[in-house]
């Protein structure tokens, strides 16, 4: 079991920058290959970054890429998404994931989720 639990969202101009983290629970946060998906009001949720177990591995969706990053600290359990050039468009509920299998170069499909943290671009 994986618990996660997201910070960092907030309202900010476009063309801003935020730093989402998300902390997971328990000892084997380096086994898990974590990800970012977001929910716009209206809308499905989609997926936003990934990144595997290593860190040396990542991958993005269309709209984000060369705006933001994903990393991940194994020592401190914690993964981030750096998130500059910010657009309207990006707002929505921002949700990390964990999974175990990830091979990479696709979306992953998790199996544990955070509560969510809400990002605003306002224009």
């Known amino acids: 079991q994986v618990q996660l639990v997201e910070s960092g969202g907030g309202l900010v101009q476009a063309g801003g920058s935020l730093r989402l983290s998300c902390a997971a629970s328990?000892?084997?946060?380096?086994?898990?290959?974590m990800g970012w998906f977001r929910q716009a009001p209206g809308k499905e949720r989609e997926f936003v970054a990934a990144i595997n177990w290593s860190g040396d591995s990542t991958y993005y969706a269309d709209s984000v890429k060369g705006r933001f990053t994903i990393s991940r600290d194994n020592l401190k359990n914690t993964v981030y998404l750096q998130m500059n050039s910010l657009k309207p468009e990006d707002t929505a509920v921002y949700y990390c994931s964990a999974q175990r299998t990830y091979y990479g170069g696709a979306v992953p499909k998790p199996t544990y989720w955070g509560q969510g943290t809400q990002v605003t671009v306002s224009s």
């Open positions: 328990g000892r084997t946060f380096s086994t898990y290959a």
